[in-house]
């Protein structure tokens, strides 16, 4: 947990609600830290000895040892069967903490090297979306060289409102929607700190869905239930309504006509499969009138205490904490892609 990202804090807070979840009885868990410089800690302290704090700090914390730098951090993996990743963002979740455990030989849970990064680069994932038919609202790319397409180009194609999005970035930190063209370029200018490509898409008025996808160790994969998003204050459903309480009604089963659910969960499915996810996925839409606009896939989806996917999986009947032993165990049975 943790990571170099903007979703560091995102990601503890994944990770603490699986260590306050994680069965100790079928499992013996070592606590990895990673710092925002890419150092690592690590505890074999139960969650009952560890706080929030330790998380946060952990070259402060009693309960760590470290920091060990990615290249000596063998004393960290001795003896693990399996890595249960609670990372978001940048490091974590777009292929290159996946990549350093391949090298490791270590199973991981989520997707592989490919899914990982295709499916956290916005601007990667949506060519092949609509390579193969799945449908996302018109975008522009702008390059911070200035060359391709400008501002004003920008403005008269999408009109306003529209979104701003760092193509590697989520938990919808580095996205914003604006209102006009001074707006559009000062978030433009603000995100050249983190990207040399930003994706702009134009707004679609309608409803917002999400739905997980779950691989099982024999190899099946479903689709979960269909979540209906309906942020309470927020424009749309931003950082805030996604991570603070009673700032979004998250409605599942989402109620929709059956038909409408079949055809989210089929969107879903496909682009699970077609970006090569393994482990769990989960897409976000946009209805309007009759089309569904797929927005992205993340491959890594929270598990926070206010998460989507475990809301869709408790809707079938599941605990949060059988839902990680499918996780742990779909990656021992080795069906990362």
């Known amino acids: 947990m943790g990571g170099p990202s903007v979703e560091h804090e995102v990601s503890l807070a994944t990770g603490w609600e699986m260590l306050k979840n994680l069965d100790t009885e079928k499992y013996k868990s070592r606590t990895v830290v990673i710092t925002g410089e890419k150092s690592f800690y690590y505890t074999d302290n139960i969650v009952l000895q560890l706080s929030r704090d330790d998380l946060s700090d952990p070259g402060k914390s009693q309960c760590f040892k470290g920091p060990f730098t990615p290249a000596m951090s063998q004393e960290i993996w001795q003896g693990c069967d399996v890595a249960l990743l609670a990372l978001h963002g940048e490091f974590g979740e777009d292929g290159k903490f996946q990549g350093f455990l391949e090298t490791l030989g270590i199973p991981y849970t989520g997707s592989g090297v490919f899914g990982s990064a295709v499916g956290m680069n916005k601007i990667a994932s949506k060519y092949l979306y609509e390579k193969n038919g799945i449908v996302t609202p018109p975008s522009s790319i702008y390059c911070t060289n200035g060359k391709g397409i400008t501002i004003d180009e920008i403005s008269k194609k999408h009109g306003y409102p529209c979104f701003v999005k760092c193509p590697q970035s989520g938990s919808s930190r580095l996205l914003g929607r604006v209102d006009s063209r001074e707006k559009l370029e000062e978030m433009i200018h603000s995100f ?108 890594l989806p929270g598990f926070t205490s206010t998460s989507l996917a475990p809301k869709a999986f408790r809707a079938i009947g599941g605990t949060y904490q059988e839902l990680l032993n499918i996780l742990i165990e779909t990656a021992l049975a080795g069906n990362i892609k």
Do not use: W
């Not at 779950?214 to 950082?239: A, Q, T």
């Open 192 to 299: 050249f700190e983190y990207t040399t490509e930003i994706l702009v898409e134009s707004n679609i008025e309608g409803e917002e869905y999400s739905c997980p996808v779950l691989e099982y160790p024999n190899g099946d994969i479903r689709p979960l239930p269909p979540i209906l998003i309906k942020p309470v204050r927020s424009e749309f459903f931003d950082f805030t309504a996604k991570y603070s309480e009673g700032e979004c009604e998250e409605i599942v089963p989402a109620p929709c006509s059956a038909e409408l659910a079949e055809r989210i969960q089929e969107v879903a499915l496909k682009a699970h499969t077609l970006l090569k996810c393994s482990g769990i996925s989960r897409t976000d839409m946009i209805v309007s009138t009759d089309t569904i606009y797929v927005l992205e896939t993340n491959t």
